[in-house]
């Protein structure tokens, strides 16, 4: 335009005195914001003043930039709560709460052992979970987890309703710890066996972000940490198992989706496995050396130890079904490796399954499910590409007469399962009907095969007598 700018009529440069005494009015601001919300009697409870208080600012940089983090000594604020006394009643008295925890570690611990009997019996003594939102929510999860369903839908899901409300409101409070995660594994596990999706595909993902952010996930890199450092071998064991339930989800519900990526990433070969279940549960530690993913199968091992390594294979087989680039003989002979390797463990886990089958059953339904997804995908002629690489003739026809053995040994088990299921349904993981359904086609033909076998027995019988 030709003309020339004049600030001259700028405002000053705010000085640092005027800059602080801003900072002290926002402050304040704030300060009576929080006060007048907190002593509010509209309050959503879907807000975080249902959990007491509000909570401190997260600082960002926990996420954004950990070294700025480290530097400026920052710390993870802990939250100062107090339970609803709607949840209380949920929850119910110190009976109805020990009552609870007995039918929980008789039932659903058998197959998912990832709370410290222990260590809960003494925060129950204490009674902790009354100061403790955390602790409230893991009790109406685990209550939530064995409870029988209703014929009323509506009953069966209100309750369902409630516990993934709470567990929302103290998550969107800031507090983040181990129960949190365990709180949203039981809920996952609760939506997976009612069906409920997506989300328990959802909720599943949302567990691997919750161990990644608690810092869980890889103990060899230095991953910021968000809970404190275990203090005992008790608290280190739940840790583990934790997460290693977490892999185990998130393997179930992408086992039937194909292009699904993984939301976690495969244990390392020197990732140690579970302990004992049995002495874990006591509270003791073990004089053995531990366990590795890596280790031989035939090394004696717990049943949650067994679980997690077919759990390990289980992860290995969706990446290598999802691996477009992987062709040719290559992928023949990855092929070919994980069947014998799953060949093998499943033979073990027959084994061992006679001696304590409510324990092992999740192992060898997961086990089943793994060789149906490797062995599917080969049976087909439509997936073969017909260029004659090496072993892809051998894959075919190991991948079709094994879907047909498989079937069979799912039939025989699948009457094994009904009959425990009838003794102690919460104790019957809901990961174990998924090889049944995909197995179904299969167990038809199976038994068509077994009814045309007798019919043609009779005929030949009837023809002897004549």
Request: aromatic content about 8%; proline content about 5%; some cysteine.
């Amino acid at each position: 335009m030709g003309r020339q700018c004049d600030y001259s009529n700028a405002p000053a440069r705010a000085s640092p005195t005027e800059l602080v005494a801003l900072a002290q009015k926002v402050q304040d601001l704030e300060d009576r914001l929080g006060s007048t919300i907190s002593t509010s009697e509209t309050v959503p409870r879907s807000s975080p003043t249902a959990c007491g208080t509000l909570p401190k600012t997260f600082p960002a940089a926990f996420f954004l930039d950990q070294e700025a983090f480290n530097i400026a000594r920052l710390t993870v604020p802990k939250l100062s709560t107090t339970v609803p006394a709607e949840v209380l009643a949920a929850v119910g008295s110190s009976q109805d709460i020990a009552s609870m925890v007995n039918h929980y570690f008789a039932s659903v611990h058998v197959w998912l052992p990832i709370i410290s009997k222990k260590r809960l019996h003494s925060q129950l003594a204490s009674q902790d979970y009354i100061s403790n939102a955390d602790f409230t929510l893991l009790l109406l999860t685990m209550q939530l987890l064995i409870e029988e369903p209703s014929d009323s839908s509506f009953e069966s899901r209100s309750f369902y309703y409630a516990a993934k409300q709470y567990l929302q409101t103290v998550e969107a409070a800031g507090l983040l710890t181990l129960k949190l995660i365990q709180a949203s594994i039981l809920i996952s596990a609760y939506e997976i066996g009612h069906g409920i999706y997506p989300a328990a595909f959802l909720s599943v993902g949302h567990c691997v972000r919750l161990g990644q952010a608690l810092g869980i996930h890889d103990k060899r890199t230095p991953a910021p940490q968000m809970i404190s450092r275990p203090g005992t071998w008790a608290e280190q064991e739940e840790i583990r198992r934790v997460w290693w339930a977490v892999l185990l989800l998130d393997r179930h519900v992408n086992l039937g989706c194909p292009g699904h990526p993984l939301a976690s990433e495969d244990a390392l070969k020197n990732d140690v496995l579970p302990s004992d279940d049995g002495l874990w549960d006591m509270g003791e530690m073990t004089a053995s050396e531990p366990i590795f993913v890596s280790s031989p199968t035939s090394l004696k091992a717990g049943a949650f130890a067994r679980t997690c390594q077919v759990v390990h294979l289980t992860g290995r087989v969706i990446r290598h079904r999802d691996d477009a680039a992987l062709e040719g003989s290559s992928r023949f002979d990855e092929a070919l490796q994980l069947y014998r390797t799953i060949e093998a463990l499943g033979k073990l886990l027959h084994e061992e399954c006679h001696v304590a089958p409510e324990k092992m059953d999740i192992s060898v339904a997961l086990c089943f499910s793994t060789m149906l997804a490797l062995c599917d995908s080969y049976s087909c002629t439509e997936n073969i590409r017909g260029d004659h690489a090496a072993g892809e003739t051998e894959i075919q026809s190991t991948a079709i007469q094994t879907l047909k053995t498989v079937a069979a040994e799912v039939l025989t088990f699948s009457y094994r399962i009904t009959q425990m299921m009838r003794d102690n349904w919460a104790a019957s993981s809901p990961l174990i009907i998924d090889c049944i359904c995909k197995l179904l086609p299969y167990l038809l033909l199976v038994k068509q095969c077994r009814f045309s076998r007798n019919a043609n027995e009779v005929g030949a019988d009837k023809k002897t007598m004549a």
